[in-house]
Nanobody
Framework: QVLLVESGGGLVQAGGSLRLSCAASGRTFSSYAMGWFRQAPGKEREFVAAVKWRGGSTYYADSVAGRFTISSHNAKNTVYLQMNSLKPEDTAVYYC?????????????????WGQGTQVTVSS
């Protein structure tokens, strides 16, 4: 049973920073890819960033490239999303997801495991 637990969300002013964490347990994750997605009210869930646990390759949505950084700490089975220069349009529930096949794709259907989400609110 894969368990993903996000933390680190909160309220921040525009231009500020937050770091989200996703603690993974229940498997050996060396072949997995981990992704961050977000969903704002009334909108579809959208890809934010992904990382391949093996090799550490990273991928970003155009809307966050240069502002957000995804990283992984293999020994802790934890994935991070460092978010800088936050904008009001970044406001959403952020979800951590795991893909056992290591694809790091942008489509949410490729991820079989999801966390419960953490709210990020950016005020203007």
């Amino acid at each position: 049973q894969v368990l993903l637990v996000e933390s680190g969300g909160g309220l921040v002013q525009a231009g500020g920073s937050l770091r989200l964490s996703c603690a993974a347990s229940g498997r050996t994750f060396s072949s997995y890819a981990m992704g961050w997605f977000r969903q704002a009210p009334g909108k579809e869930r959208e890809f934010v960033a992904a990382v391949k646990w093996r090799g550490g390759s990273t991928y970003y949505a155009d809307s966050v490239a240069g502002r957000f950084t995804i990283s992984s700490h293999n020994a802790k089975n934890t994935v991070y999303l460092q978010m800088n220069s936050l904008k009001p349009e970044d406001t959403a529930v952020y979800y951590c997801a795991a893909d056992r096949w290591g694809r790091a794709a942008s489509s949410p259907v490729t991820y079989g495991y999801w966390g419960q989400g953490t709210q990020v609110t950016v005020s203007s």
